[in-house]
């Protein structure tokens, strides 16, 4: 029997991870591409698409055989289900209707997320015993609120990029994920108890910040008279930090929920 945390099944994991990540580039170059620089590599995204299909079921089903405990079951679950799903809405033929593309993007960055996820918790560091907070029951309700509010501004900026509504409640989305994860990062950092979780939260802010500088960028480049290659490049790095900025708040819950156990009081 393999045990968790072997170094081929967290090597797996982690190129899963990066593939999918890869995927959402690709088709972000390929759907938002009205110039056609950079075609080239939107065509890879069917290839990818078919790799990363593969390779998650074949992730899945070592998954099923050597994992025990339910809830990681269930997430190998979620992400077959999201790789079919996501598979059936990429081949409706072209030209697709918004709803669809929008749902297909959407989908992509949910499923890079769980897949991050399954990478965090196949490594050896998980394997080992947590060091329990034994603080601030607050902090899981946080953590959950900064995962809604970064699942709505992703669902928010997929309907943007593809011409669904206007850039407003984008960009009062970004502030309020932005808030609520300097909110979140306030109350870990400056606990001395809340160590184990200092790690996730820091890379949480760094590409939260990088996702908003980014953001900026691409408004203001908007609106003067630049190269479309250089828009494109910033419309995939927009794309993947926020693809990012989702798969962190999620391993930032999952460690939470882990390292902040159900009934803790203050």
């Known amino acids: 029997m393999i045990s968790l945390g072997t170094p081929w099944l967290r090597r797996c994991a982690v190129l899963l991870a990066a593939a999918s990540l890869f995927c959402i580039i690709a088709g972000d170059a390929f759907t938002s591409n009205e110039e056609r620089p950079f075609y080239s590599l939107g065509q890879t995204h069917l290839l990818a698409a078919a790799f990363v299909g593969i390779f998650t079921i074949g992730l899945v089903v070592c998954l099923l055989l050597v994992e025990r405990r339910p809830w990681m079951r269930r997430l190998a679950w979620i992400a077959l289900a999201a790789v079919i799903v996501e598979s059936l809405l990429g081949f409706i033929t072209v030209p697709q209707p918004p709803g669809v593309r929008v749902a297909h993007a959407l989908l992509a960055q949910l499923f890079f997320a769980v897949t991050a996820a399954l990478a965090v918790c196949t490594s050896r560091a998980w394997a080992q015993i947590p060091e329990h907070v034994r603080r601030w029951r607050l902090l899981r309700t946080l953590a959950m609120l900064t995962a809604a509010v970064a699942l709505l501004q992703a669902a928010l900026g997929v309907a943007f990029r593809h011409g669904v509504m206007d850039v407003t409640l984008h960009a009062l989305g970004a502030l309020v994920v932005a808030i609520v994860v300097v909110v ?25 910040a990088v996702q908003v500088f980014l953001g900026l960028a691409l408004f203001s480049i908007s609106f003067g008279d630049f190269d479309p290659e250089a828009v494109i490049i910033m419309t995939m790095l927009h794309a993947a930090a926020a693809a990012l900025t989702l798969a962190a708040t999620l391993v930032t819950v999952v460690l939470v929920s882990r390292n902040v156990p159900t009934g803790v009081n203050r």
């Open 184 to 208: 979140l990062a306030m109350l870990v950092l400056h606990r001395p108890e809340h160590q184990p979780l200092r790690p996730a939260v820091v890379t949480l802010l760094v590409v939260t």
